[in-house]
């Protein structure tokens, strides 16, 4: 069946860095979009990035231009979201997603993993 095990997550202070990845297994990683969602406490469930299957185009959130990278590793089927520059408000609780297709378009999918908190504070 379809796995996504998040990691990564932690307590960081403001301006300093994290890089979150996304294990999947139990279907063939390189032929779908992946995403990376964030709920904050109290807030609804928001799109933070995504990549297409073969890992030629991303989008990002307005909030995460310039800060966050999503990346992927098809040969270990593996998406990252490396994060620079945190700020106390990118406080939440980070999920994975598989989308429906090869496309960003198709993001999200039925399928979330657990998800990773990352807390920022000082």
């Known amino acids: 069946q379809v796995q996504l095990v998040e990691s990564g997550g932690g307590l960081v202070q403001p301006g300093e860095s994290l890089r979150l990845s996304c294990a999947a297994s139990g279907f063939t990683f390189s032929i779908y979009a992946m995403s990376w969602y964030r709920q904050a406490p109290g807030k609804e469930r928001e799109l933070v990035a995504g990549i297409t299957s073969a890992g030629g185009s991303t989008n990002y959130a307005d909030s995460m231009k310039g800060r966050f990278t999503i990346s992927r590793d098809n040969s270990k089927n593996t998406v990252y979201l490396q994060m620079t520059s945190l700020k106390p408000e990118d406080t939440a609780v980070y999920y994975c997603?598989?989308?429906?297709?090869?496309?960003?378009?198709?993001?999200?999918?039925?399928?979330w993993g657990q998800g990773t908190p990352v807390t920022v504070s000082s």
């Open positions: 997603n598989r989308c429906r297709g090869g496309s960003l378009r198709s993001c999200p999918g039925d399928y």
